[in-house]
């Protein structure tokens, strides 16, 4: 049986580990509750969506149909000249940036400068929004040029069902996303966290720049494959 | 950062309930909520039992009454499955027991989240209405599809429920995830973050372990699931072809083309095979609790017990397919998948052997909580013996669909945690109420559950006959022999026993919350945490201005030496004797 009171001895390396894991009250040390539910529930966000893009490429591979070309049907005319996945580069940069915009407000956070943080809040949340709009354009596009959930014109319909399901819930989480920054911004310009040392900001940076992750590999595999 | 000598939950405020309605409803007290989670399980799981009279009914008296048609029986079973997994077991051993045992055992105020905790019940509630909507009528019935909902049969006309049962089956799975979502995020951050001073991992009790690694396998099993129930939705509703292939029903083409039914199989299997040890894996710790206890003895191999519980959760992982071989695969797989089942057997086995050393040479007290842990040991020793023969390939294609897998689940992942449920019922009763349940009647329902369980699903193993069947009868030939009639019959009448027994049970827990014997804190001398708050039942907060402190594991029991036969968690290893 493992003495609780042990001897503080200093330990470096994977040993600090087995010392976090082997100690009493907290096993990560000095994480908030907040922060380490976050992660937890990231962690089970992550298996949904990489099962989407599991069951996405599985049913890519039985459809009897040809999967339409993707840089052909996500294509932009800009001056007569089709640019492919043009509007896609302009929402992942779009996006990009919002996770750069939100790290700043972390950093802005944990120096107490509560004006700045709240500030990159919203303007990452405005990041947030302008990609869902694209998104909303997106499809626009698509549907006024035919796609359904059960059926397109270049192809397997399963390209339809796979594009409006996955985009689609990565678009609610966006959303979602977008709502939470806004929230959490008025609480602390209101001062509800002037006591703590501002880790709700990285808390929700956690989220954000899941969902930021995630779009990564949505792009990968639906846009680029 | 400020690391705690006074772990910061002790300056948190608690939120304190005034009215009647967040006291008792919308309450964030976690011993409340669990209770609550406890009486909606067993409430529901009162349906379940009903609809398996139903279903023992048409087998064992084919005919006697005309009420039971194809659609009922074949809803019956159904329903009867998922409720009896989801919504009882799964609802039951970490939403009641999880909720109630983790802060008390861990000497901890509340949950991390109490607001989240309460929403989490709420969502449970919501989830149970929209599964009993498929009962209202104008709404067809729930869906016949069997509880594993294999497409295409699930979703097309000809099946009962295609039209709003399936639909709300799979509304009420989505929204039971949800719920799971928020009360697991609570446990697990709960026992990282919030354990008292002095409980280290290696401290906690195994119901803790069990519970905590379950809820771990339910937040990455349950997402298969809840896509997969987003994809069959949006086959019905949108006409998409995830799981349907191009397919004729009543020789009327579907509009369905290019979508992989076995795509569905996959994922239902990697959220259903992890969900028979969120189901299993608290019961294993509960009854480890138990077992110690009255047995007055120190749980054989706790590290053992501890690791084998990490790695009975790994595994499960790696072993969905083996309830799919006849679905057809390559043979490579086939072996891959038997092979990881049958490493399963090797943790399992050594926690049985564990109990089984535990209770060797011990001061055992036939209490009526460690009556249902022995029977829990048995039962699922048999049961899990049967799973050897299941796991691999060759065996399982001729026994799959027959009764002989009807038994082997049944006997271990639904009478065994059961069995546990009850243990643990009888065991914490006197904490959660501060009364004794009544040991009379305690020991009859005991007997007629244990023998009765027993008597039905044994003779199942060599009732060599296809299930899911509504009848056997062909025109004037049947395929039953004589001798399965007779077991057939004899199945219904002690599925009808056990059930009755079953409302003795709820019958106890009535009267026995007004005229129970006064329990006093500690009735079974046992020496984790919960027994040792300051009041019992325990207030809101759980301790009083100061948390406990934790000085020894939970199993210091008969310890040569000393006056007393159990050293409880918070005495201090200078004050013993």
New interface residues.
């Given amino acids: 049986?493992?003495q609780?009171?042990q001897a503080e001895t200093e330990v470096t390396g994977l040993a600090t580990i087995a010392k976090d894991?082997?100690?009493?009250?907290?096993?990560?040390?000095?994480?908030p509750?907040?922060k380490?539910?976050m992660w937890?529930?990231l962690?089970?966000?992550t298996?949904?969506f990489s099962?989407?893009l599991t069951?996405y490429m599985?049913?890519r591979t039985?459809?009897?149909?040809a999967w339409p070309n993707a840089s052909e049907v996500f294509s932009l005319t800009m001056f007569g000249v089709p640019v492919p996945l043009l509007l896609i580069a302009i929402m992942t940069f779009d996006l990009i940036t919002s996770s750069g915009t939100m790290a700043l407000a972390v950093n802005y956070g944990y120096r107490r400068d509560k004006r700045r943080a709240v500030r990159f809040m919203y303007l990452t949340a405005f990041f947030g929004a302008v990609f869902v709009g694209m998104q909303a354009f997106e499809w626009t596009k698509l549907i006024s040029e035919g796609v359904r959930?059960?059926e397109n014109p270049w192809g397997?319909?399963?390209f339809?069902?796979c594009f409006f399901?996955i985009t689609g819930?990565h678009g609610l989480h966006v959303s979602a996303g977008v709502a939470y920054l806004i929230i959490i911004a008025r609480r602390i310009s209101k001062g509800r966290y002037d006591n703590t040392?501002f880790e709700i900001v990285e808390i929700t940076g956690l989220y954000w720049h899941f969902v930021d992750l995630v779009w990564v590999f949505i792009f990968a595999f639906f846009y680029l494959w | 950062?400020a690391?705690?000598e006074i772990?910061y939950q002790e300056a948190i405020p608690l939120h304190d309930p005034h009215t009647w309605i967040t006291k008792y409803w919308f309450s964030q007290d976690h011993k409340v909520i669990a209770v609550q989670y406890g009486i909606t399980a067993i409430a529901v799981g009162l349906v379940a039992l009903v609809l398996s009279w139903i279903m023992r009914t048409q087998i064992g008296f084919p005919g006697l009454f005309d009420w039971i048609d194809p659609e009922l029986y074949y809803q019956s079973v159904t329903m009867h499955g998922m409720i009896m997994v989801i919504y009882l077991l799964t609802a039951f051993l970490l939403g009641s027991f999880g909720n109630y045992l983790v802060p008390l055992m861990l000497g901890a105020r509340d949950m991390?989240?109490p607001f989240v905790n309460m929403i989490s019940y709420h969502v449970y509630l919501a989830s149970v209405i929209i599964l009993m909507l498929g009962y209202v009528p104008g709404m067809e019935g729930p869906t016949g599809a069997g509880w594993t909902l294999y497409p295409p049969q699930a979703i097309l006309t000809g099946t009962p429920g295609a039209d709003w049962g399936i639909l709300t089956m799979l509304a009420s799975l989505a929204v039971f995830i949800v719920a799971f979502?928020m009360g697991?995020?609570?446990y697990?951050?709960t026992i990282?973050?919030?354990?008292?001073?002095?409980?280290?991992?290696?401290?906690m009790p195994l119901s803790i372990w069990g519970i905590g690694m379950a809820t771990v396998l339910g937040?990455?099993a349950?997402?298969?699931l809840?896509?997969?129930a987003?994809?069959m939705t949006?086959d019905n509703v949108?006409?998409?072809?995830?799981f349907m292939p191009?397919i004729n029903s009543l020789e009327i083409g579907e509009?369905y083309?290019?979508?992989?039914p076995l795509?569905f199989q996959?994922?239902f299997w990697?959220f259903g095979h992890p969900e028979v040890y969120i189901v299993a894996l608290p019961a294993f710790g509960v009854v480890s609790d138990l077992i110690s206890v009255h047995a007055r003895k120190n749980i054989f191999g706790y590290r053992l017990m501890v690791w084998a519980i990490v790695a009975i959760g790994g595994l499960s992982f790696i072993v969905w397919a083996h309830h799919m071989y006849v679905a057809g695969m390559h043979p490579y797989f086939g072996f891959f998948f038997a092979t990881t089942t049958l490493i399963i057997a090797v943790p399992t086995a050594i926690k049985v052997y564990n109990w089984t050393l535990t209770l060797w040479r011990a001061n055992i007290r036939f209490t009526v909580p460690m009556l249902f842990a022995i029977a829990f040991v048995i039962t699922f020793v048999v049961g899990g013996l049967t799973g050897l023969f299941l796991g691999n390939v060759i065996v399982d294609v001729p026994l799959s669909d027959t009764y002989f897998v009807v038994a082997h689940f049944h006997m271990v992942m639904g009478v065994a945690p059961i069995l546990v449920i009850f243990g643990g019922i009888y065991h914490w009763y006197p904490k959660i109420t501060g009364r004794m349940l009544n040991d009379t009647i305690g020991l009859w329902h005991f007997w007629i559950t244990f023998i009765g369980t027993y008597a039905i699903y044994f003779p199942m193993h060599f009732l060599a006959i296809p299930r899911r069947y509504y009848q056997y009868d062909i025109g004037e030939s049947t395929i039953l022999t004589p001798s399965m009639e007779i077991l057939n019959v004899s199945i219904t009448l002690t599925a009808y026993v056990v059930g009755i027994a079953q409302f003795l049970f709820i019958y106890n827990l009535i009267v026995s919350y007004r005229k129970g014997r006064e329990a006093g804190d500690n009735p079974w001398e046992a020496n984790s945490l919960e027994w040792c708050t300051p009041q019992t039942p325990p207030v809101h907060g759980n301790w009083g201005e100061r948390l406990p402190t934790?000085?020894?594991?939970a199993y210091d029991y008969s310890v040569p030496g000393q006056e007393r036969d159990f050293i409880p968690q918070d005495v201090p290893r200078e004050a013993q004797a």
């Fill in positions: 049986m493992a609780a009171a894991w082997s100690s009493d009250v907290t096993t990560f040390k000095g994480v509750w907040g380490a539910m937890i529930f962690l089970s966000d298996f949904i099962i989407f069951a599985t049913v039985t459809t009897a149909e959930p059960f397997a319909p399963q339809g069902s399901m819930f040392n | 950062m690391q705690a772990p991390v989240f979502t697991g995020l609570n697990i951050t990282l973050q919030a354990r008292t001073r002095g409980m280290t991992m290696m401290r937040l990455l349950f997402p298969a809840f896509v997969s987003i994809m949006l949108l006409g998409t072809s995830f191009a509009d083309a290019g979508g992989s795509l996959h994922l990697f934790v000085h020894r594991w």
